[in-house]
């Protein structure tokens, strides 16, 4: 069974400052991808990766950027953070040209204040 | 560009009811459809998906779901409900292209009620 993981489960951080949300999978999945869930909007993609060294822009990549240095990690960074990014966050993996499927890690609580 | 919906955002049933919880989809070219489940303070996992052949796939726990080309639609069913189901559900489609990504509906709160 994929393996994805987050940290911080949970995060409080202040206007202005950066935060980075790491995400970590174990099942040498290709793609990965960041999402944030908000009441209301459901699942919303951010940013996403082919592999190792790319990122991609989704449907609401502004103020945010991504790192993908290795197979298995993928970061999302938030260098000037603002309230309106106080969201949960998702990071998932997978293989969509042969499985179809998203393997989901449990999230972090992004509280900006 | 691909959009889901989910037209009811709350069902509550009783346990031992049977439930459906309705999505639909616009896309005009070939996709897949799943169906994840989010219970509460957790991550999505996967119930199942549908590309092409028998229009109604099985999943874990009971779940099916039919896709309807005619009707854009991809509903998820259950006979018999156990309290346990209750949680959050998530229609989604990505297309069969290069642009490998999912779009999500809002969600489906389901409520069993023992």
């Known amino acids: 069974e994929a393996a994805v993981t987050q940290s911080p489960r949970n995060k409080v951080a202040v206007t202005g400052g950066k935060v980075t949300l790491s995400c970590n999978q174990t099942?040498?999945?290709?793609?990965m991808y960041w999402y944030r869930q908000d009441t209301g909007h459901g699942l919303r993609l951010i940013h996403y990766?082919?592999?190792?060294?790319?990122?991609e822009k989704g449907d609401i990549p502004d103020g945010y950027k991504a790192s993908r240095p290795s197979q298995e990690n993928f970061s999302l960074i938030l260098e000037l953070a603002t309230p309106s990014q106080t969201s949960v966050y998702f990071c998932?993996?997978?293989?969509?040209?042969?499985?179809?499927?998203?393997?989901f890690g449990p999230g972090t609580r992004l509280t900006v204040l | 560009t691909q959009t889901v919906s989910q037209s009811d955002a709350h069902v509550t049933v009783f346990e031992g009811d049977s439930v459906e919880l309705r999505c639909n989809y616009s896309?005009?070219?070939?996709?897949?459809l799943s169906w994840y489940i989010q219970h509460h303070g957790h991550g999505l996992q996967f119930l199942l998906k549908?590309?092409?052949?028998?229009?109604v796939v099985q999943g874990v726990n009971g779940f099916e779901a039919e896709f309807s080309k005619s009707d854009s639609s991809f509903h998820l069913r259950k006979a018999s409900v156990h309290w346990s189901d209750s949680a959050v559900y998530f229609c989604?489609?990505?297309?069969?292209?290069?642009?490998?990504?999912?779009?999500f509906g809002k969600g489906t709160s389901l409520t069993v009620i023992p």
């Open positions: 099942n040498n999945h290709n793609n």
């Open positions: 989604a489609v990505s297309a069969n292209t290069g642009y490998q990504n999912f779009y």
């Open positions: 998932a993996s997978g293989d969509l040209g042969v499985s179809y499927e998203q393997y």
């Open positions: 896309y005009g070219g070939s996709i897949y």
């Open positions: 549908y590309y092409s052949g028998n229009p």
């Open positions: 990766s082919y592999g190792a060294g790319s990122t």
